[in-house]
């Protein structure tokens, strides 16, 4: 398994512009979550989606931003319009349901580090 | 405001020898799991424990609990230059089932000087 994958690794941006990151989750896996990761604020939950349905969005910071999943396999991260204070490292995590057999652990993709200047 | 709070937020120590990250948290939990990050890399899941274990280990790794004080700690034995990397608890939303929602600590960065 390829594991979750995020694209693009690296997004740099003006000012206003509109920005999209993308994850694919691992193959199987009912959640998924969208971090994002500064010095100052550490590991924020922005929203996460189970079955594709949003269910927490509590953590995302404002009407720019939005997330989808359209399906099983994709979801989307889009911030619009962005701003210097949107950089920061954007991390998609995804896991299984707890159940008799299996627990909670999240899988990390390796991030996008987005730079808004 | 975060579930989980790591102690020391910095620690480097000698090659060969033990770390300990300590974890504090605030409401109940099912299980309580650490995660590794390496620098520029994601998380990566190292162990769980549940709320009825008070003691785990994965080869260099123990991982203690205890409920009643709402605290946590791993321990890395004979620590190597590659164990170098920030080091998170974090803890899930109590016993019920559908909610797999983590909440995470501020890390611990560990460096190992060779």
């Known amino acids: 398994d390829a594991g979750v994958i995020q694209s693009p690794r690296h997004e740099v941006t003006e000012m206003g512009q509109e920005v999209t990151l993308r994850c694919k989750p691992i193959s199987g896996h009912d959640y998924l979550f969208w971090y994002r990761q500064t010095m100052m604020r550490g590991l924020e939950l922005l929203i996460y989606?189970?079955?594709?349905?949003?269910?927490?969005d509590s953590g995302m910071p404002e009407d720019r931003f939005s997330a989808k999943m359209p399906n099983a396999s994709f979801s989307t991260l889009k911030i619009q319009p962005s701003e210097p204070r949107d950089s920061a490292v954007y991390f998609c995590?995804?896991?299984?349901?707890?159940?008799?057999?299996?627990?909670?652990?999240?899988?990390f993709g390796p991030g996008t580090r987005l730079t808004v200047l | 405001s975060q579930q989980g709070e790591e102690d020391p937020q910095a620690l480097s120590i000698q090659e060969g020898e033990n770390a300990t990250m300590n974890c504090s948290y605030k409401t109940s939990i099912n299980n309580l799991q650490w995660y590794r990050q390496n620098s520029g890399r994601g998380l990566v899941h190292l162990i769980l424990i549940r709320s009825n274990e008070r003691e785990k280990h994965s080869g260099r790794l123990r991982v203690t609990l205890d409920t009643s004080k709402k605290s946590s700690s791993l321990l890395i034995t004979a620590s190597r230059a590659a164990d170098t990397a920030s080091y998170f608890c974090?803890?899930?939303?109590?016993?019920?089932?559908?909610?797999?929602?983590?909440?995470f600590g501020t890390g611990t960065r560990l460096t190992i000087i060779p």
């Open positions: 995590a995804s896991s299984l349901s707890r159940s008799a057999y299996t627990y909670n652990e999240q899988f």
């Open positions: 974090a803890t899930d939303a109590g016993p019920n089932f559908g909610n797999e929602k983590l909440t």
């Open positions: 989606f189970n079955n594709n349905v949003p269910i927490d």
